[in-house]
């Protein structure tokens, strides 16, 4: 099966990949336009910011997951940033 872009990835390919794009996603759905708002001026400290950059680190390491994870992502965050006004 090819889509545009390359080939399909069967879902559970990458688990923590899934696993993570999955709560990347559901943050950006139960948040509220002024919580995503004041997520940016104040980025993760701590725990939270170190388990960021173990991921950001190993999607940075392999590139078909990172394409993966991506793709999983990029359109429910660009909707909501678009419906919150954050992006034109």
Do not use: H, W
């Amino acid at each position: 099966m090819m889509l545009i872009g390359g080939p399909a990835v069967a879902q559970g390919t990458y688990p923590v990949a899934d696993k993570v794009a999955d709560k990347v996603i559901a943050k950006y759905q139960s948040s509220s336009c002024d919580q995503l708002k004041a997520q940016k001026q104040n980025p993760p400290s701590g725990r939270q910011a170190e388990m960021e950059q173990r991921v950001v680190q190993q999607l940075k390491s392999d590139p078909q997951m990172r394409e993966y994870f991506i793709n999983k992502v990029a359109a429910p965050i660009a909707n909501k940033l678009f419906d919150c006004g954050i992006i034109p």
